[in-house]
């Protein structure tokens, strides 16, 4: 992983990184500080740390060698993230995630998009104690339905105990999903002085897939988790695709109120014109992934609907091309947060070879 902080600030200021290692607890604190002048960065990996007597945070170990870091200044910084892999003379992947900042923390998140097996995809949701005092417990609890792919519905809770301030813990999804399916995730912290949280989700190719298919590119992503205090009603997603230049959009729509909704209305914006879904349904913790919208049925929609032919689709690269872009807003009558993924497309047989690219959904009042 390699961090880029930049001083936002007035003045110059010395940033301290805190490295925090889960060998076990009470776990293993390494520190880095940079001196940085206004609106000058700093790039630093975690080899750069050291520990009281000079050592560098261990590497021989994958697990002594996975960690969380929190950076402190004087001034306000901005910072990211970038996950890759090491000794390429040409890098071939590439995960990036914006800094997470004190707004970002709550004792209630929330992860739209988990995956086990599913379309030889997985991910795994990293959680960290953003607060000041050790979190007695944290809860992720996944909830699934049965499709083509998943063989049941239900819900499974994994837990954290007596997470250090700082520190991290990684919920394997192996260990929560049935193979094959799809989940929302609720994530919570509970007990301690200051029960705040921050999470991320990383998706990839499985290792299954990537060694039966020895010339795919491993494609890989990130998301943030969402703070249960900025969900709302309305949700905006500036970039969805409907098949453009082969790669698609798919939003899933969390319902994050405590019971069902069953007013959920998509409107999306495009070069030939705006397209309104009659009101959908959403379960109390669920969530409904808008994909492929124009291969939805006429009654689907409340007017005009949207369909190949409106906006000239093509079965080659082009596929829908520029008209296939469209800006889109949901609302919900009960609260809703989202997370768009962005895939080569067809799914299981993509025409190009490209990454896969998440973002979440901006929250309106």
Not at 336 to 352: F, H, K, Q
Request: aromatic fraction near 8%.
């Amino acid at each position: 992983t390699t961090i880029i902080v930049q001083n936002v600030g007035t003045s110059a200021t010395t940033a301290t990184a805190t490295f925090t290692c889960p060998q076990s607890p009470p776990y293993t604190i390494y520190y880095y500080s940079t001196s940085i002048n206004p609106g000058r960065i700093a790039i630093f990996d975690p080899i750069d740390a050291r520990d009281s007597s000079n050592h560098h945070p261990p590497t021989g170990d994958s697990t002594d060698a996975l960690g969380s870091l929190t950076v402190t200044a004087s001034q306000n910084l901005a910072g990211i993230a970038l996950e890759h892999y090491t000794l390429e003379d040409h890098a071939t992947a590439l995960q990036a995630t914006r800094g997470l900042i004190n707004d970002d923390r709550d004792a209630t998140l929330y992860a739209p998009i988990n995956k086990n097996y599913r379309y030889n995809r997985f991910t795994g949701l990293t959680v960290q104690n953003g607060g000041s005092g050790s979190i007695t417990t944290i809860s992720v609890t996944y909830s699934f339905d049965k499709d083509q792919h998943c063989p049941s519905s239900g819900t499974v809770t994994n837990t954290a105990s007596n997470v250090a301030s700082g520190a991290s813990h990684t919920f394997p999804i192996d260990q929560a999903l049935p193979r094959g399916c799809f989940a929302t995730a609720k994530i919570t912290a509970s007990g301690g002085s200051d029960p705040k949280i921050v999470a991320i989700v990383n998706e990839a190719f499985t290792g299954a897939f990537l060694a039966t298919n020895p010339n795919h590119a491993q494609e890989m992503t990130s998301y943030n988790a969402i703070p249960g205090n900025s969900a709302t009603k309305k949700l905006s997603v500036p970039l969805f695709k409907e098949d453009s230049y082969s790669k698609s959009t798919g939003l899933s729509i969390e319902n994050v109120g405590a019971v069902k909704a069953t007013n959920v209305v998509i409107t999306l914006t495009g070069p030939t014109g705006t397209y309104i879904s009659n009101p959908l349904s959403i379960e109390s913790g669920a969530a409904y992934v808008a994909l492929d919208l124009r291969l939805k049925p006429a009654n689907f929609w409340n007017g005009t609907a949207l369909t190949p032919t409106v906006l000239g689709c093509q079965d080659n690269t082009t596929g829908c091309g520029a008209n296939g872009v469209f800006s889109v807003i949901v609302t919900s009558d009960q609260n809703i947060v989202g997370i768009a993924n962005e895939s080569t497309y067809p799914i299981l047989a993509p025409r190009i070879n490209q990454d896969k690219s998440n973002y979440e959904a901006f929250n309106l009042p």
